[in-house]
Nanobody, 120 residues
Framework: QVQLVESGGGSVQAGGSQRLSCADSAYLYSRRCMGWFRQAPGKQREQVATIDSVGRTTSAATVEGRFTISRDNAKNTLYLQMNSLKPEDTAMYYC??????????????WGQGTQVTVSS
């Protein structure tokens, strides 16, 4: 059973930084693609960043150069370091886990989300 629990959200001023964490309870965490997604009110869910089992990453153009995804397999934890935050980064952030070592468009497991609010 995969359980994903996000933490680290909250309120921050524009230009600030925040780090999100996602703890995965499953034994096979290190063998799965993991991703961060976000959804703002009235908008579609957006893929923010992904990382596969060997550490290859992707980032959305909207966060490229500002956000960094990483993983600590020894701690079964996924991170999203967010720098130079903008008000448009305000959203509910979710972590998700796929079934395979490589990343696809399918994510089978989702956390409950953590709210990030950036004020100007």
């Amino acid at each position: 059973q995969v359980q994903l629990v996000e933490s680290g959200g909250g309120s921050v001023q524009a230009g600030g930084s925040q780090r999100l964490s996602c703890a995965d309870s499953a034994y096979l965490y290190s063998r799965r693609c993991m991703g961060w997604f976000r959804q703002a009110p009235g908008k579609q869910r957006e893929q923010v960043a992904t990382i596969d089992s060997v550490g290859r990453t992707t980032s959305a153009a909207t966060v490229e150069g500002r956000f960094t995804i990483s993983r600590d397999n020894a701690k079964n934890t996924l991170y999203l370091q967010m720098n130079s935050l903008k008000p448009e980064d305000t959203a509910m952030y979710y972590c998700a886990a796929g079934l395979f070592r490589y990343c696809t468009n399918r994510y089978n497991y989702w956390g409950q989300g953590t709210q990030v609010t950036v004020s100007s």
